[in-house]
């Protein structure tokens, strides 16, 4: 029976190789950070004094993708372990990554790195954590803190602009006054990024439990405007006050996303940031009435949704099923309205799940009725036992078997048959068939 290897056991085994080798080699960044957190790291990463030919002399099936920049990947027991030389690093011309590395001691290493708690490393066999940037005070004061300039460190590589945002999230820390300053000021570096890599930090941002918070920072920092900033215009988009009495569309955005579960897909977090996104440019008020309106604003919505989406280079099934989530939210409020075959179809949409959860933080953060939540819960537990849309009893070819020609009228008899049967007045072939005679 074989044994599971865990991470950090296959890391520590290449990092005792490479010590055997008269390298020095610890643990580095995240899983160090993570384990003093008191969380278990996803990842291990080595760094080490031997240079990727060394490694590779060691380790010679490993994948040298990254050793221009010292980085070489090695896989063990089924873990992938990112194998990086202690370097230090030339100009950064793209706001990317240097034009050039050279390899260095631990201590220079940790001066290149992002922010403090990212800079420490571990000696795997003792578990000592060397710290030389000061990161273990900051986790214990649950800081976030450049390393060395952080104007300096966002000018280098532009997304840490965002990864900053990411960390604070995350952890619930507070970014250090100095960092904050220099990514207020120099938000518009964020401008030198792919859309690929400020999606990927977004998506990291708004699945996150503590999403709410990550949406405040990104807009108080400036860096919501570089990519989302439709955003904005939610705040101070005031809204009926006996419908929403907790205020503006941002602050009922902002509450929606706290009341999802901490593990909302990446969809339903869209979704919800994106559902009101059109209140503000279809704002109306009714004189006669004396009430705010929103005219349409699923529709716009889901349109400017799937532009939203498309400019971050989001896949094409996530631009679907939040722009098709965005443009039903407001349908739920007529579900008691319709036919049984009409919430059979409505339920029976794939991204119906991720939609009732939509609707159940949209009431819980503005009237709080739950009519149409408690009626969409009984029918599925009324339609649970059979499929909601079941197989036709009749199709095209007896259609054809009664005479008729191929035509458009088709479409409309086979819809009408399938109401009948959602409707539960048909429940057989035989009656369908009848039926069909009748209409003919």
């Given at each position: 029976?074989?044994?599971?290897?865990?991470?950090?056991?296959?890391?520590?085994?290449?990092?005792?190789?490479?010590?055997?080798a008269g390298h020095v080699a610890y643990f580095?960044?995240?899983?160090?950070?993570?384990?003093?957190?008191?969380?278990?790291?996803?990842?291990?990463?080595?760094?080490?004094?031997?240079?990727?030919?060394?490694?590779?002399?060691?380790?010679?099936?490993?994948?040298?993708?990254?050793?221009?920049?010292?980085?070489?990947?090695?896989?063990?027991?089924?873990?992938?372990?990112?194998?990086?030389?202690?370097?230090?690093?030339?100009?950064?011309?793209?706001?990317?990554?240097?034009?050039?590395?050279?390899?260095?001691?631990?201590?220079?290493?940790?001066?290149?790195?992002?922010?403090?708690?990212?800079?420490?490393?571990?000696?795997?066999?003792?578990?000592?954590?060397?710290?030389?940037?000061?990161?273990?005070?900051?986790?214990?004061?649950?800081?976030?803190?450049?390393?060395?300039n952080p104007v300096a460190r966002f000018t280098?590589?532009?997304?840490?602009?965002?990864?900053?945002?990411?960390?604070?999230?995350?952890?619930?820390?507070?970014?250090?006054?100095?960092?904050?300053?220099?990514?207020?000021?120099?938000?518009?570096?964020?401008?030198?990024?792919?859309?690929?890599?400020?999606?990927?930090?977004?998506?990291?941002?708004?699945?996150?439990?503590?999403?709410?918070?990550?949406?405040?920072?990104?807009?108080?920092?400036?860096?919501?405007?570089?990519?989302?900033?439709?955003?904005?215009?939610?705040?101070?988009?005031?809204?009926?006050?006996?419908?929403?009495?907790?205020?503006?569309?941002?602050?009922?955005?902002?509450?929606?996303?706290?009341?999802?579960?901490?593990?909302?897909?990446?969809?339903?977090?869209?979704?919800?940031?994106?559902?009101?996104?059109?209140?503000?440019?279809?704002?109306?008020?009714?004189?006669?009435?004396?009430?705010?309106?929103?005219?349409?604003?699923?529709?716009?919505?889901?349109?400017?949704?799937?532009?939203?989406?498309?400019?971050?280079?989001?896949?094409?099934?996530?631009?679907?099923?939040?722009?098709?989530?965005?443009?039903?939210?407001?349908?739920?409020?007529?579900?008691?309205?319709?036919?049984?075959?009409?919430?059979?179809?409505?339920?029976?949409?794939?991204?119906?799940?991720?939609?009732?959860?939509?609707?159940?933080?949209?009431?819980?953060?503005?009237?709080?009725?739950?009519?149409?939540?408690?009626?969409?819960?009984?029918?599925?537990?009324?339609?649970?036992?059979?499929?909601?849309?079941?197989?036709?009893?009749?199709?095209?070819?007896?259609?054809?078997?009664?005479?008729?020609?191929?035509?458009?009228?088709?479409?409309?008899?086979?819809?009408?048959?399938?109401?009948?049967?959602?409707?539960?007045?048909?429940?057989?072939?035989?009656?369908?068939?009848?039926?069909?005679?009748?209409?003919?």
């Amino acid at each position: 029976m074989s044994v599971l290897i865990t991470p950090r056991q296959s890391a520590t085994e290449i990092a005792r190789k490479l010590a055997a080798a008269g390298h020095v080699a610890y643990f580095a960044g995240g899983c160090v950070r993570d384990k003093i957190l008191g969380l278990e790291p996803k990842d291990y990463d080595v760094a080490t004094s031997a240079t990727p030919a060394e490694v590779l002399t060691i380790f010679p099936k490993a994948n040298e993708v990254g050793a221009h920049f010292g980085v070489v990947i090695v896989r063990h027991h089924g873990h992938h372990i990112e194998i990086a030389t202690f370097r230090t690093d030339g100009s950064y011309k793209d706001g990317r990554r240097p034009e050039t590395v050279a390899f260095s001691s631990p201590e220079e290493d940790a001066q290149r790195r992002d922010f403090t708690i990212n800079g420490l490393f571990e000696d795997p066999e003792s578990g000592k954590v060397i710290d030389f940037v000061g990161g273990q005070d900051d986790l214990k004061s649950a800081t976030l803190r450049a390393i060395g300039n952080p104007v300096a460190r966002f000018t280098e590589d532009s997304l840490r602009l965002l990864r900053a945002i990411r960390f604070a999230t995350r952890f619930n820390f507070t970014i250090d006054p100095v960092t904050w300053q220099a990514v207020t000021a120099h938000a518009d570096l964020l401008d030198r990024i792919s859309p690929e890599r400020i999606r990927d930090e977004f998506s990291r941002i708004i699945t996150c439990p503590n999403r709410a918070k990550g949406l405040d920072l990104l807009v108080e920092s400036g860096l919501i405007a570089r990519f989302m900033p439709e955003v904005l215009a939610l705040i101070g988009c005031e809204q009926p006050p006996q419908w929403h009495p907790e205020g503006d569309v941002y602050i009922h955005t902002r509450i929606m996303l706290d009341m999802l579960g901490p593990d909302a897909p990446l969809e339903l977090c869209l979704s919800v940031l994106l559902h009101d996104i059109a209140k503000p440019p279809t704002q109306t008020f009714d004189t006669e009435e004396q009430r705010i309106r929103f005219n349409g604003h699923d529709a716009l919505g889901a349109t400017m949704a799937e532009e939203i989406l498309r400019r971050l280079k989001y896949p094409n099934q996530v631009i679907e099923d939040v722009s098709f989530a965005v443009s039903r939210h407001m349908q739920f409020m007529n579900v008691q309205l319709m036919r049984t075959a009409k919430v059979k179809r409505f339920m029976s949409e794939p991204t119906f799940p991720m939609e009732l959860e939509l609707h159940r933080v949209d009431c819980a953060s503005s009237n709080g009725f739950t009519d149409n939540l408690d009626y969409l819960i009984e029918k599925q537990e009324e339609f649970a036992n059979e499929p909601l849309i079941p197989p036709p009893l009749i199709t095209g070819r007896d259609l054809i078997d009664q005479g008729l020609t191929p035509s458009p009228r088709f479409k409309e008899i086979l819809e009408a048959a399938q109401i009948e049967q959602l409707e539960g007045r048909l429940t057989d072939r035989d009656q369908a068939l009848e039926w069909l005679k009748a209409q003919l």
